[in-house]
Nanobody, 123 residues
Framework: QVQLVESGGGSVQAGGSLRLSCQTS????????VGWFRQAPGKEREGVAS????????VYADSVKGRFTISRDVAKNEVYLQMNSLNTEDTAMYYC????????????????WGQGTQVTVSS
């Protein structure tokens, strides 16, 4: 069965960096996309970045473009989110999710979700 486990969250100062990891299992890579979503108190769930596992294509939310980088290690079945220049608006619970093509940041296209990892950025 598909399982996703996030790790790497924590508390950092504004301007700092953090790398999140998503360990996946049971994901078929022919059409699989793995994305990162976040949800902060009082806000809607937001798609942050996603990657097409086979081809490596990526998409980013405008709010993180240039600061965050999504990547994958196919051999390790892991997807990463490198977050740089963090600010307090990045504070949220971050979720890893697996879905299928097309490569979008719409949660409706993702069917399996991890438990989440908390990211807290302080000023």
């Amino acid at each position: 069965q598909v399982q996703l486990v996030e790790s790497g969250g924590g508390s950092v100062q504004a301007g700092g960096s953090l790398r999140l990891s998503c360990q996946t299992s049971g994901v078929s890579y022919s059409r699989a996309c793995v994305g990162w979503f976040r949800q902060a108190p009082g806000k809607e769930r937001e798609g942050v970045a996603s990657i097409y596992i086979r081809g490596g294509n990526t998409v980013y939310a405008d709010s993180v473009k240039g600061r965050f980088t999504i990547s994958r290690d196919v051999a390790k079945n892991e997807v990463y989110l490198q977050m740089n220049s963090l600010n307090t608006e990045d504070t949220a619970m971050y979720y890893c999710a697996a879905g299928t093509l097309p490569l979008l940041l719409d949660a409706q296209g993702y069917y399996y979700w991890g438990q989440g990892t908390q990211v807290t950025v302080s000023s």
